[in-house]
């Protein structure tokens, strides 16, 4: 019997400005941390950068037909800060805001939703000279910037995102030192986290203040947590992991408070005296919608010893959970070593709509890295049909057991720029040739599109 999803329910792809558009230093556009970090040897895997990545910049009608043409209603976007504020701060400019004038008007035009995210992790490199989020000051910059692109598109746009994934920002840019700022120090991760989270409910206030009607939602990524056994160690492991990586963003935003054993963890590494009083309401304020960013799930195991890490290889980003490590589930795992847990995305989903009920729900990326190859102009990825099949009916399992989910968004529309792994990984439903920038539908394209539009999964 094939599955059918909700007649309302919205089918889109993802992308973000860093990894598609290029242009750096078009149009006026500012520096942003991550044309910093792309600059330190050894930062990024294949020596690559975003100066060009998908020329999406100049290639944006072709890539809006596209997603036309797989029969997609929604695009998930994100808006370059360092194009609209080049010093993140004062002047705006225009050539930039001029650019997403066309781009939203070009989704419209095809019959697609924008929603647009503000901030994927490009933060103008002057705020980052000014302390970037471990500075308070950035979080107010952040809601100046909200306003200005709400006063340009809000006409357009409805649905915006504050933050993506403001863990990744936070631990992945301030612990672990993988993704830009590229530092080292857990507590300036834990300031960042904070402030990132003020950032989006000072940001979420100036959206929701504006003459326009706005849909605001954060996303968080997610991950189902389990212990490896029932031993005290392994269930702790996976109670601090859950909390360090879920439960921090959830309940700061929808509870308006940090989880209580895990204020306790950090304890001995920072009392969180910077955040200040009136901080958590201000974060968890109305929210609309949340957005999942899903790709796997992690068997927690506690060791009996903090993990030391081998010369150069870099600090755990799990502040707080140094002896714990994920083990593997014993099933195959995606071009970036991902395990596939399909199931853990309906867990996730349910729990939300369990712990934080009537909060309308968006998948708003999964997808899957493989190492593609291209046979007479085709590309045949049945490893990224398999994990998009899976993940839709784990959404169409989690609606069925009544989630409200109201849509799902495809990491990526187009192979992109994979942060510290460069050029190396490709999660697109469409390939992309880096050196003639031409684009192929890949196999995964032709399914995806043939599930929108039959709206089933047969
Ligand atoms: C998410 C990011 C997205 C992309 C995918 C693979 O963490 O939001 O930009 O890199 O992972």
Redesign the pocket.
């Known amino acids: 019997m094939p599955r059918s999803f909700p007649p309302e329910f919205v089918f889109g792809a993802?992308t973000?400005a860093f990894?598609i558009e290029g242009a750096a230093a078009e149009h006026g556009r500012g520096p942003s941390i991550w044309d910093t970090l792309c600059a330190r040897p050894g930062a990024i895997l294949d020596g690559s950068d975003g100066s060009v990545a998908c020329d999406h910049y100049h290639r944006w009608e072709h890539d809006l037909d596209l997603l036309a043409g797989l029969g997609l209603r929604a695009y998930r976007f994100s808006i370059a800060w360092p194009r609209i504020k080049p010093q993140g701060n004062g002047e705006v400019e225009e050539r930039g805001l001029a650019f997403y004038d066309r781009l939203v008007d070009g989704m419209l035009e095809r019959g697609i939703e924008p929603f647009a995210t503000l901030y994927?992790?490009d933060l103008p490199q002057a705020l980052e000279d000014k302390g970037g989020w471990r500075n308070r000051d950035t979080a107010f910059r952040f809601a100046e910037y909200a306003a200005v692109v709400q006063h340009r598109l809000g006409d357009r746009v409805r649905t915006w995102t504050t933050l993506?994934?403001p863990w990744?920002s936070a631990f992945l840019g301030h612990a672990s030192g993988e993704h830009a700022p590229g530092m080292t120090d857990p507590v300036a991760a834990i300031t960042a986290a904070h402030h990132l989270l003020l950032g989006h409910g000072l940001a979420a206030e100036a959206l929701h203040g504006g003459r326009r009607p706005a849909s605001v939602g954060i996303?968080p990524?997610l991950y189902r947590v389990t212990p490896a056994s029932d031993s005290p160690a392994d269930l702790d492991a996976a109670r601090r992991l859950d909390g360090v990586q879920n439960r921090w963003y959830l309940d700061a935003v929808l509870l308006g408070s940090y989880p209580a054993d895990i204020v306790e963890d950090y304890a001995p590494l920072t009392d969180l005296s910077f955040v200040q009083d009136g901080d958590l309401d201000t974060i968890s304020a109305r929210l609309d919608w949340l957005g999942i960013?899903y790709?796997s799930s992690f068997l927690a195991r506690g060791l009996d010893a903090p993990r030391v890490p081998a010369p150069r290889e870099r600090p755990t980003p799990w502040v707080g959970c140094e002896d714990v490590e994920t083990v593997p589930n014993g099933r195959p795992v995606t071009h970036?070593g991902w395990d596939i847990e399909p199931s853990g995305l309906t867990d996730i989903l349910v729990r939300l709509a369990t712990d934080y009920p009537s909060l309308p729900l968006y998948v708003t990326?999964n997808?899957s890295?493989w190492d593609d190859v291209v046979t007479d102009g085709a590309v045949h990825d049945p490893e990224r049909v398999a994990y998009l099949e899976a993940h839709l009916a784990a959404c169409l399992d989690a609606i069925d057991r009544g989630v409200d989910l109201r849509g799902y968004f495809a990491?990526?529309l187009l192979d992109n720029f994979?942060?510290a792994w460069g050029y190396s990984?490709r999660?697109g439903l469409v390939r992309v040739d880096y050196d003639s920038q031409e684009r192929i539908p890949k196999d995964s394209a032709h399914r995806y599109a043939e599930i929108v539009r039959s709206r089933s999964l047969g």
């Open positions: 993802a973000a990894q994927h992790w993506n994934e990744c996303v990524n960013n790709y970036m990326e997808g890295a990491w990526s994979e942060w990984r999660f």
